[in-house]
């Protein structure tokens, strides 16, 4: 069969009930939300003091002067989010998947593209944060590369709500697709 499945293999079997051990893990999962949310928030904004963020007209002397003024606070921040980010945000989207999972008889398309969908935006908040840390570890350099690496971050942060929509919509797609007689939503 196709990929190693036997004709015998039943691929529109829903996946287990959920358990009491599986509650406790879909709980803790749950609850990585909040502090995945509030390491990156705080990172962000109390600690790196980045909103607002910088303007984007500001040269490369006002973003040097800015990491220098900053330094400590902006390499806290960037640890914090890549923390939260890649510890319990990575949960977090774990936990939705494995829920989205159960409305997905067969292959779980939608479950992937959210899982992905959310590895990514961890993955790229993470490495935004490590680039503002690796900007504020030595901030004597080049004004015209910090002001290129800060651009950088910043972009990719950004960029991170282009995943979230996909998420998003992958989520939708499989609530309304679940079309057995007691949906998962």
């Not at 398309?109 to 959210?114: A, M, P, R, S």
């Not at 900007?135 to 950088?152: I, V």
Request: net charge negative; aromatic share 12%; hydrophobic share 50%.
């Amino acid at each position: 069969g196709i990929f190693g499945m036997t004709e015998s293999t039943d691929i529109n079997k829903r996946s287990k009930p959920l358990t009491a051990t599986n509650d406790r893990a879909l709980l803790i999962g749950i609850l990585c939300a909040p502090l995945a949310f509030t390491l990156i928030g705080v990172g962000l904004i109390i600690c790196a003091g980045f909103v607002p963020p910088p303007s984007p007209t500001a040269t490369g002397d006002q973003i040097r002067e800015l990491f220098m003024n900053h330094q400590f606070g902006i390499i806290t921040g960037g640890v914090l989010m890549a923390i939260g980010a890649g510890g319990p945000f990575l949960a977090f989207i774990c936990t939705i998947s494995a829920v989205i999972r159960r409305t997905e008889p067969g292959l779980p398309v939608f479950t992937y593209v959210q899982m992905f969908g959310g590895a990514f935006a961890a993955i790229v908040t993470m490495f935004s944060g490590m680039v503002w840390v690796t900007l504020g570890f030595r901030p004597d350099r080049d004004p015209g590369s910090m002001l290129l690496f800060n651009d950088f971050a910043w972009l990719l942060v950004l960029s991170t709500f282009s995943f979230g929509v996909i998420q998003n919509l992958a989520i939708g797609f499989a609530i309304l697709g679940d079309d057995s007689p007691t949906p998962v939503f």
